[in-house]
């Protein structure tokens, strides 16, 4: 294993966050903090407590995968995608690098942002409402694995898009959605019979339960079954990965 060469892309990429840091770090948690301030008046006005908790805390764990997986996917694809717009790729393929080690460098400078970013809003979110974690472990363990599998998920737009509007088309119209539709801002048995069956068809509805449930011991679905979603995620996309390279799809042309 080259890890030399695994921290040189690590570094790499962790300097360009330091150097753009208001971009990539401080905006961010000041659009979450953002949601919660508007979300947490305006609705926690009606709707004071779910299942015991406070609606500010209730909304606290959607709000921090809302902006982990956005963060995870914009970064490793914005990552990937400038060495094939500028015609770097090619020095990086020829470089004494195997395709393992090209993913652990962009794919961990990935998640370490979005984890980063994650932590910062949960220590803001202390600012403005009293939380609890009552699996602090597994807290962590949920957060992480959605950073590393979106992480992953966005190196894999990275090599599809072929613009700058497709790099931005599936975060954009398709994870945004599926995380406010996912229970991010409410409990699935607010809602109606027929629509709590639609709901688990959502993807990050299994995400966001296994996470509320390490803070508040609340789960819209079991919680081992949200950490069979997450980790079966992780593979599809190792999957997809090593296909990836293994063909040199988009990569090579």
């Known amino acids: 294993m080259n890890w030399f060469g695994i921290l040189t892309i690590y570094r790499f990429e962790m300097a360009r966050t330091w150097?753009?840091?208001?971009?990539?770090?401080?905006?961010?948690?000041?659009?979450t903090s953002l949601y919660f301030v508007?979300?947490?008046?305006?609705?926690?006005?009606?709707?004071?407590?779910?299942?015991?908790?406070?609606?500010?805390a209730?909304?606290?764990?959607?709000?921090i995968m809302l902006?982990?997986?956005m963060q995870s996917v914009s970064n490793a694809s914005l990552a990937i995608y400038l060495p094939k717009f500028i015609g770097t790729i090619y020095e990086l393929l020829s470089a004494p690098l195997?395709?393992?080690?090209?993913?652990?460098?962009?794919?961990?400078a990935a998640a370490t942002k979005s984890l980063i970013?994650?932590?910062?809003?949960?220590?803001?979110?202390?600012?403005?409402?009293?939380?609890?974690?009552?699996?602090?472990?597994?807290?962590l363990a949920f957060l992480l694995l959605t950073c590393l599998s979106f992480s992953l998920f966005g190196f894999i737009i990275g090599i599809w898009a072929?613009?700058?509007?497709?790099?931005?088309?599936i975060p954009?119209?398709?994870i945004t959605p599926l995380v406010f539709l996912g229970g991010a801002f409410f409990s699935v048995s607010m809602l109606p019979p027929a629509w709590q069956t639609v709901a688990l068809f959502n993807p990050m509805i299994y995400l966001v339960s296994g996470f509320r449930w390490a803070f508040f011991g609340l789960a819209d679905v079991s919680p081992g079954i949200s950490l069979t979603a997450i980790l079966g995620f992780t593979g599809l996309c190792m999957g997809v990965v090593w296909w990836i390279f293994r063909t040199g799809w988009r990569l090579k042309t």
Do not use: N
């Not at 150097?19 to 659009?31: C, D, G, K, L």
């Not at 305006?42 to 779910?50: K, L």
């Open 19 to 31: 150097r753009t840091i208001w971009q990539s770090i401080v905006s961010p948690v000041i659009s």
């Open 162 to 169: 072929k613009d700058f509007e497709e790099l931005q088309l």
């Open 38 to 56: 508007v979300f947490g008046t305006a609705i926690g006005g009606r709707i004071t407590e779910v299942e015991s908790v406070s609606y500010g």
């Open 67 to 69: 902006s982990a997986t």
């Open 58 to 63: 209730f909304i606290v764990p959607g709000l």
């Open 172 to 174: 954009l119209l398709v």
């Open 117 to 139: 970013i994650g932590l910062i809003i949960l220590a803001t979110a202390f600012l403005f409402v009293p939380l609890q974690i009552l699996h602090p472990f597994w807290m």
């Open 98 to 108: 195997s395709y393992v080690e090209i993913v652990i460098g962009y794919v961990g």
